[in-house]
């Protein structure tokens, strides 16, 4: 074993003396008591699963209120209350349980997340998954807005489950004020909420790790973050060949709302529409795009542009003076310098939703069109100055963990994560429980993992040391116990010793 063990055998020094009469005639064998890991024969049927107040009815959902409440009050007597419904069993829809090999699942990607994080240098922050509602309340047009969960809490308080978590980060840094030393480079691992139409990969809860950095305005901060996207991608088993990033920057349709003379009081409803390029027809983009009040020849013309998936052609039409062009020029060089430059290509459509949005912007994709954004995210100057503050540049991304594991399912790649102890430590008398606790404890202060059985026979125990995947099974016997020793058992080899105590940490 890793951890030492150099100190287990004096630690149980006192015990085996306590324990074992043959080692001091001063003291006694104290009787323990057998303890139950349930209530006595007579009551257990009231807390059975199969009780008919526990019983999962799906037709209880649509019984009156009073009737559910009654489904929350157990009897006092033995049996369950007659006529009682059942609450429902499964989460509010569109959010999740997380079972034992769930978490597991959830927390290998998310220390992928900080480990990615770490190597890029970022410290990780943290804030209320309850918002202030006039946080995520910017601009009408925004779907985000139609999408909140939003209420009066009972000060009379207009407060949202956070459906993002970058306005979060700006308020903030908006806190911090000048004692913030800038840049900042933060990462977060939260809970967003948003209720939505739900496909495959979108959930009304989902968590999300964010990557930001506030106060560098030149495109390498870009370049940072999508090499970052990359690195995950790269962990987990992921390659260009399975995702790309498309690239394109909001200065493009600024540029051609500007071409065509679109009033600025429209940017905001236009990005919610071409945004949804290549999610919806062309034809149905252009419709709403002309219910606004675009003219139909404008309408053409900014399609046209938003098509574009060739970072030439986009330079013919806008020149290579603008800054659109000049911004993604830098930042296709130094995906060269990277080394990610298969991973990213250009596509004039994606513009993101979201109104903050001020520069260059990028979001993550399957090659095989099967899933909705992995992530995404981009520049926003304005977004602190959006609240009052001092305008200080700033990007960022988002990535949720529900689509990143859709796309391990369908690659293959998700890993295997079964629960493992180091051991099991196991009774054999009930006069043994004692010794068998000591033993437990001493192991735990040591760093080892184990878990104490009791009151089981053995066959039960040596298929929970399967469960468990145990590397040893340690027996406490009252023949080994009176020589000072325990026996243990390798699980992996098979092999089995008895050792003594004050050797118990050579032999582990």
Request: proline share 4%; with cysteine; aromatic share 8%.
């Amino acid at each position: 074993m890793q951890t030492s063990m150099a100190s287990v055998g004096h630690a149980l020094h006192q015990t085996l003396v306590f324990f074992n009469p043959r080692l001091s005639n001063s003291f006694k064998i104290l009787p323990l008591p057998i303890a139950r890991s349930f209530p006595p024969q007579k009551q257990r049927s009231r807390w059975a699963v199969s009780s008919p107040a526990f019983a999962i009815s799906q037709s209880s959902l649509h019984q009156s209120s009073a009737t559910q409440d009654d489904a929350l009050s157990v009897g006092t007597d033995e049996g369950a209350v007659e006529g009682a419904s059942a609450i429902d069993v499964n989460p509010p829809r569109g959010t999740r349980d997380f079972l034992p090999e769930d978490m597991r699942l959830r927390q290998w990607l998310f220390q992928n997340f900080r480990e990615v994080s770490r190597l890029l240098s970022f410290e990780e922050v943290d804030f209320p998954v309850l918002e202030s509602e006039a946080l995520f309340i910017r601009k009408a047009g925004e779907e985000i807005t139609q999408q909140l969960y939003n209420f009066e809490d009972k000060g009379g308080r207009r407060v949202v489950l956070r459906p993002e978590i970058t306005p979060s980060l700006a308020r903030l840094v908006m806190k911090q004020g000048k004692s913030a030393s800038l840049p900042l480079k933060w990462f977060t691992i939260g809970q967003c909420w948003r209720y939505e139409r739900m496909t495959r990969g979108r959930r009304r809860e989902h968590y999300q790790w964010n990557m930001d950095i506030i106060g560098i305005s030149k495109v390498r901060a870009e370049a940072e973050l999508i090499y970052a996207i990359v690195l995950l991608f790269e962990r987990l088993g992921i390659t260009a060949q399975d995702v790309g990033i498309k690239v394109s920057s909001r200065k493009v349709l600024q540029a051609a709302l500007d071409k065509f003379l679109i009033p600025e009081a429209l940017f905001t409803k236009v990005c919610v529409i071409v945004d949804k390029l290549g999610k919806i027809p062309v034809d149905e983009i252009e419709k709403e795009l002309t219910s606004l009040g675009v003219p139909v020849e404008a309408v053409k013309g900014i399609v046209n542009v938003l098509s574009i998936k060739s970072l030439s052609d986009l330079e013919d039409i806008l020149g290579s003076e603008g800054e659109a062009v000049a911004d993604l020029k830098k930042l296709f060089s130094l995906a060269e310098s990277y080394g990610y430059s298969q991973w990213i290509q250009f596509d004039a459509s994606v513009v993101r939703g979201l109104a903050y949005y001020t520069g260059i912007v990028f979001e993550g994709f399957d090659r095989e069109g099967k899933l909705r954004a992995i992530c995404g995210g981009g520049r926003y100057d304005r977004l602190l100055s959006m609240f009052g503050g001092d305008e200080v540049p700033a990007c960022g991304f988002g990535f949720g963990d529900a689509v990143i594991v859709e796309l391990l399912k369908e690659k293959g790649l998700l890993p295997n994560l079964p629960h493992n102890v180091d051991h099991v430590v196991f009774a054999m008398d009930p006069s043994l429980e004692g010794p068998a606790s000591a033993i437990t404890a001493a192991l735990r202060r040591k760093g080892q993992s184990v878990d104490l059985v009791e009151d089981r026979r053995l066959k039960w125990v040596f298929k929970h040391c399967e469960r468990v995947n145990a590397s040893r099974l340690i027996l406490v016997g009252s023949s080994e116990w009176e020589k000072g020793m325990v026996r243990v058992k390798n699980l992996t080899t098979r092999e089995e010793n008895d050792v003594k105590l004050d050797e118990l940490d050579l032999f582990l």
